[in-house]
């Protein structure tokens, strides 16, 4: 299986997560912050190790403001219901994943708040800030952007958007699904107010676990209220980060595995694994370009910074109909169809027929992507 839809979540996973989880449902299956004996003390250091290196990744300013949810979806969910109040406005770009979108078309369903979709002009990152410029009004308290298109590869000027957003004294909360363990993110950097971070891409974690990074004094109302083992006599959640939005049992194996999911990303380089990915969509691009009846979507990659992940299409195809025929064929796993952003499909013209998709891994080789190449060269509309 040659598995090119890392941009769904990261296959395989480095052999020291398969062993960390492992370990984990071995020696720490106790419950952390909840008892005084030994598995349940040894489970809390084995969170507080990976918490720790999440914030030095990331920088965060401190552990308290790293918090563990189940994805990058529950991350973004904890932070739109949790800032927002009836008669906010929010706005978003036109390149978000449906984990932004359908929150907030609920909250604007449920008359609560109103929110603008910010077109995007990929390649001049003036017109796309103008564009935020431009939605923002009197009511709006948050501006929610991805780093990096799940379809497109397409990068946002987000460190403007930020600043824009400051400058009218609204909150930015990241969408760093894409990004994170690919392009660097330095909280002591940037003044993203909210990161949100899937584990299982970019940082190898298992599925189940994510992340949010909180940057800003701002106190969340939380998702999900319930115990966490602090300040248990107060019916009311804590005030405090991390216990005020981490809710019930956590999930020991998964943070375990994003732990060591985060040590294989030191150990290789962000900047070493972005230039890996990046080279091998780079060549790509420039096969498909040769190909007369592949669709492409985005100016070379050579020209303009991109996250690894490429969308085409074959002329008159379904993008299905080709994932399908991948698969069967040559044993190569793709993602075709919307990718749950139907947003950037309607930028881009695709709405209709979706695209296939191409994200590559650090796992991800030279060889691969050449048999990937003769599959769409050989490709029939008989296949
Ligand atoms: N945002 C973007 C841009 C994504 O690509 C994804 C995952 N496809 C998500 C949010 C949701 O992430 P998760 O699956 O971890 O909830």
């Known amino acids: 299986m040659i598995y ?26 106790a419950n952390p912050g909840r008892g005084g004996h030994t598995p349940s003390i040894k489970a809390a250091e084995a969170v507080y ?26 991350s973004l969910n904890t932070v ?13 770009s036109s390149m978000e994943h449906n984990a932004v979108l359908r929150p907030l078309h609920r909250l604007k369903e449920k008359g609560m708040i109103d929110y603008t979709i910010a077109r995007v002009t990929p390649g001049d990152n003036d017109a796309t800030v103008n564009a935020f410029r431009d939605a923002i009004n009197s009511k709006t308290r948050l501006i929610v952007c991805t780093h990096a298109s799940n379809v497109f590869g397409t ?22 699904a894409q990004s994170a ?68 049992t956590l999930n020991i194996t998964g943070i375990c595995g994003l732990g060591a ?24 691009y420039h096969e498909l370009s040769s190909i007369s009846d592949v669709e492409l979507y985005t100016a070379d990659p050579k020209t303009i910074p ?40 309607r930028m881009m013209g695709t709405l209709d027929r979706g695209t296939v998709r191409i994200a590559p891994s650090i796992f991800t080789t030279d060889q691969e992507i050449q048999t990937l190449k003769i599959a769409i060269k050989n490709f029939s509309y008989n296949s």
Do not use: W
Request: charged share 20%; proline share 5%.
């Open 306 to 345: 991109f996250a690894p992940v490429l969308s085409f299409n074959i002329k008159d195809c379904e993008s299905e109909k080709v994932s399908e025929y991948l698969n069967r064929r040559y044993g190569v796993a793709v993602r075709a169809g919307l990718h749950c952003a139907p947003l950037a499909h």
């Open 49 to 74: 190790k990976t918490r720790t290196a999440v914030k030095d990744l990331f920088r965060v300013s401190s552990e308290e403001n790293v918090i563990f949810t189940s994805g990058c979806t529950h």
């Open 155 to 176: 990068i946002l000027p987000v460190e403007r958007i930020c600043a824009l957003a400051h400058a009218y004294g609204i909150l930015f909360c990241l969408d760093a």
């Open 181 to 248: 363990g690919v392009i660097p993110i330095d909280l002591s950097e940037n003044a993203y107010d909210f990161v949100c971070c899937a584990g299982h891409k970019g940082l190898y974690g298992p599925t189940g676990i994510g992340l949010l990074l909180v940057n800003s004094d701002v106190l969340l109302d939380p998702l999900t209220e319930g115990g966490t083992g602090s300040d248990s006599v107060n019916p009311s959640m804590p005030d405090f980060y991390p216990d005020r939005l981490e809710s019930g």
């Open 4 to 29: 090119l839809d890392n941009a769904a979540t990261t296959s395989p996973k480095p052999q020291s997560v398969i062993r960390d989880v492992t370990n984990a449902l071995k020696y720490y299956s």
């Open 80 to 92: 739109i219901k949790g800032v927002l109040k009836k008669g906010d406005h929010v706005v978003i």
């Open 261 to 284: 999911g985060i040590r294989f990303v030191n150990h290789h380089g962000i900047d070493k694994i972005y230039r890996h990915e990046s080279r091998l969509i780079q060549r790509l």
